[in-house]
Each structure stands twice: as structure tokens, then as C-alpha cells.
């Protein structure tokens, strides 16, 4: 049981090149959801889903796009990367509602 | 609009000393309250719930809602607590985060 599992674990990337953060969890968990991790600021969430394809905003979504094609994937999409985002990102899976969350084990971003 | 306010950054106590870690939260509903705890090299995990009223690896919390908070304690610090502590709050289907607390378990 894998639980959630992100990729990549590290990258880098050159102001305004594009990516993809996959995350995919394998407990058939409805809600899903993205936060990033700064230094300071705590966990911010960025966007989250109550099932396939629903998805809403968080508190910072701006620079970032999420679907829900299925109930195992939620890939977190910059479009456009800025140093701002420079960060650790978590997803996290959670049964019926924002119940208890389980986290994957990060990704961490540098933007140069 | 929901929030949750932990006061210290830092919190280092000795070993065998009792812990306190501050949280506070504004919601003008009936609040669902967590703490989560990442410890060093591990993935971040729920610690305990409040509607659950249980005690997890010594720690306890209480919510009072006339103080709005949900502080976290334990009776005596143990050196594997240090770790950094995450108040949340559920509202809807966002669950919101404080900015943490870093516990220092001092020999």
C-alpha cells in the first residue's frame, strides 16, 4: 500500500518554463489536495478536489491549475514558473470530506 | 474568514518539563480542530483531533471555545517530540493551516 505518492521529489526549473507535480494515492480516497510549505508561512493550500472532476481554490492558487480526471490523480500544473514559487509542495488524500489527511512526501520546487 | 494563529516559532524545553504548544483559531461556525506533526526526515502525519478526545503518544488537546483555542499538551517532554506541530482547522472542505511550531526537546 503505497499510499500518496509524488513526483518528482526535487527540480529545477528557469523562470517561466512549465511542469507538472503528479500526485497519486491508491486508497480510493475522494478528496485530494495541494499545499506548498514555506519557511514562516506554514501550509497554504493551494487547490483541492472532493471527487473526480471537481476542483476548487485554496487560499494561493494563483499561478496554478489542478484536474481531476480520475479518483487516484491529482497532477498540480505551473503554468508560467516564478521565483515566488519557489517552495516544498505536499499533496494530501482524505476520505469522504476534508476528513483526516495523508500526506505524500513532498516535492521541492526551486525556481531560478 | 477562518484562521489559525500559533504564537510561537520556536518552543524549546527541557526534557522531563512539561509542553504547551498555543493554538488559537477565529471561525464563526462549530470548528473541527487537528494537530499534525512532521517529524524530522518523515512525512507529515495527523497527530490528533479533537472530536476524538483521545491522548496519542502523551500529547492531549482541549477545545475551549470560549478562549477559541486548542492548545496541545503533554505532562513531560520526551526527546523524540522534537518535531515541528501544525494546529488545522476544518471548515467545509478546506482544512487550514497554522504556521507551525518547532518543538526543541533540550537534554
Known amino acids: 500500500n503505497a499510499g500518496v505518492t509524488q513526483t518528482p521529489k526535487f527540480q529545477v526549473l528557469k523562470t517561466g518554463q512549465s511542469m507538472t507535480l503528479q500526485c497519486a494515492q491508491d486508497m480510493n480516497h475522494e478528496y485530494m489536495s495541494w499545499y506548498r510549505q514555506d519557511p514562516g508561512m506554514g501550509l497554504r493550500l493551494i487547490h483541492y478536489?472532493?471527487?473526480?472532476?471537481?476542483?476548487d481554490q485554496g487560499e494561493v492558487p494563483n499561478g496554478y491549475n489542478v484536474s481531476r480526471s480520475t479518483t487516484e490523480d491529482f497532477p498540480l500544473r505551473l503554468l508560467s514558473a516564478a521565483p515566488s514559487q519557489t517552495s516544498v509542495y505536499f499533496c494530501?488524500?482524505?476520505?469522504?470530506?476534508?476528513?483526516?489527511?495523508?500526506f505524500g512526501a513532498g516535492s521541492r520546487l526551486t525556481v531560478l | 474568514a477562518q484562521r489559525v494563529t500559533q504564537p510561537e516559532k520556536l518552543l524549546s524545553v527541557f526534557k522531563g518539563a512539561p509542553v504547551e504548544l498555543k493554538c488559537n483559531y477565529s471561525?464563526?461556525?462549530?470548528?473541527?480542530l487537528f494537530w499534525y506533526v512532521q517529524y524530522s526526515r518523515q512525512r507529515l502525519q495527523l497527530l490528533l483531533r479533537?472530536?476524538s478526545r483521545e491522548s496519542i503518544k502523551g500529547f492531549t488537546a482541549d477545545l475551549n471555545k470560549g478562549e477559541t483555542s486548542f492548545h496541545l499538551k503533554k505532562p513531560f517532554a520526551q526527546e523524540e517530540d522534537s518535531a515541528m506541530y501544525y494546529c488545522?482547522?476544518?471548515?467545509?472542505?478546506?482544512?487550514?493551516f497554522g504556521k507551525g511550531t518547532r518543538l526543541h526537546i533540550l537534554p
Open positions: 479533537h472530536i
Open positions: 494530501a488524500s482524505g476520505g469522504s470530506g476534508a476528513n483526516v489527511l495523508t
Open positions: 478536489s472532493v471527487g473526480a472532476g471537481i476542483t
Open positions: 488545522a482547522l476544518r471548515k467545509d472542505d478546506k482544512i487550514i
Open positions: 471561525y464563526s461556525g462549530s470548528p473541527e
